[in-house]
């Protein structure tokens, strides 16, 4: 079985520009968690999503970042007018399901750096 | 809000040795999950265990164990036999199993392990 797989796995971006993550979630799974790991910091929560559902963005910045699951297709983190500050690892997570007994697998992870 | 703290940025140890890494977190809850993952240098992160709050019995998985002490919100990883490939960062987390956030993990900063020829 293939796992969480996450493209681009490093992206370079000047300040400014668009950041398109893509995270394609364990077949199966339709549970998918966005973290993000500042340099000597653990992961931070971000955002979780359930297809074509925002369960809870709390830990997502109000602005310039946005993300989505569609009915098909990964789900995607978009972060506009990149800043320096944006430079990060950005990892996403799966689950079959919400019980609270299902483990989150996590994607390589994608990382950002923002020139 | 839970905290999770790991007190030591950095350990090492010898190869076939066995090695401790410390864990210590702040909750009101009394039902949650911990875990330990690795994360070697190719960054991805890799679940080595997980403990439930309600279980006495500390969990086990190959040469690695857990010491967890609840009332003391204590939850040690113990690396037996070490070996070179378990050199990585290694992170604890927990997970509430109450109230509405029960899917968020929080982590601590981690511990950089080295593990010496």
């Known amino acids: 079985n293939a796992g969480v797989m996450q493209n681009p796995r490093h992206l370079v971006r000047r300040r400014g520009q668009e950041a398109r993550l893509r995270c394609s979630p364990v077949?199966?799974?339709?549970?998918v968690y966005w973290y993000r790991q500042l340099p000597e910091e653990g992961l931070k929560f971000m955002v979780y999503?359930?297809?074509?559902?925002?369960?809870?963005e709390s830990g997502m910045p109000k602005e310039r970042f946005s993300a989505e699951f569609p009915k098909e297709g990964p789900s995607i983190l978009r972060i506009q007018q990149v800043v320096r500050g944006d430079s990060a690892a950005y990892f996403c997570?799966?689950?079959?399901?919400?019980?609270?007994?299902?483990?989150?697998?996590f994607g390589p992870g994608t990382r950002l750096l923002v020139l | 809000a839970q905290t999770v703290t790991q007190s030591q940025p950095e350990m090492s140890v010898q190869e076939a040795e066995t090695v401790t890494l410390s864990c210590t977190y702040d909750?009101?809850?009394?039902?949650?999950?911990l875990f330990w993952y690795k994360q070697p240098p190719s960054r991805q992160m890799i679940l080595v265990i997980r403990?439930?709050?309600?279980?006495?019995q500390n969990a086990t998985e190959n040469r690695f164990s857990v010491n967890f002490q609840k009332a003391a919100k204590s939850f040690s990883l113990k690396i037996s036999d070490s070996q070179l490939g378990d050199a990585a960062m290694y992170f604890c987390?927990?997970?509430?199993?109450?109230?509405?956030?029960?899917?968020?993990?929080?982590f601590g900063k981690g511990t950089l392990l080295t593990v010496n020829p």
């Open positions: 077949k199966g799974h339709s549970h």
């Open positions: 403990q439930e709050a309600y279980k006495q």
């Open positions: 987390a927990y997970r509430s199993l109450s109230g509405g956030s029960n899917y968020k993990l929080t």
């Open positions: 909750t009101s809850e009394s039902d949650y999950y």
């Open positions: 999503l359930q297809k074509e559902n925002i369960i809870d």
């Open positions: 997570a799966s689950s079959p399901k919400r019980a609270v007994e299902e483990t989150q697998y």
